[in-house]
């Protein structure tokens, strides 16, 4: 069984920094690709960013250049450093392992997620 556990979550002001870190139970890591995922209330549950197992990443528009995901397979551990966040980026924060390119599927389930409030 797979599970995954968020963390580094907190309130902020607009235009600080954040890590969040994201711990893969299992032995799958190696092979999945990680996936940084939001959901504000009221909002369906939106990408953030994505790494490959060959470390090809994406980032959504509204965080290009702001937000860089990375991963330690030594570790089983996904980062997500966000820098100069903004009063949008509020949310729950959730990380996903995908056993494919696609990212539509994933591993095990959803964990809790972390929260991250930013103030203006």
């Known amino acids: 069984q797979v599970h995954v556990v968020e963390s580094g979550g907190g309130l902020v002001q607009a235009g600080g920094s954040l890590r969040l870190s994201c711990v893969v139970s299992?032995?799958?890591?190696?092979?999945?690709?990680m996936g940084w995922y939001r959901q504000a209330p009221g909002n369906e549950r939106e990408l953030v960013a994505t790494?490959?197992?060959?470390?090809?990443?994406n980032y959504a528009a509204s965080v290009k250049g702001r937000f860089s995901i990375s991963r330690d397979n030594a570790k089983n551990t996904v980062y997500l450093q966000m820098n100069s966040l903004k009063p949008e980026d509020t949310a729950v924060y959730y990380c996903?392992?995908?056993?494919?390119?696609?990212?539509?599927?994933?591993?095990?389930?959803w964990g809790q997620g972390t929260q991250v409030t930013v103030s203006s």
């Open positions: 996903a392992a995908h056993p494919d390119s696609t990212f539509r599927l994933i591993f095990g389930s």
């Open positions: 299992g032995s799958i890591f190696s092979r999945a690709g």
């Open positions: 790494i490959t197992t060959g470390g090809t990443i």
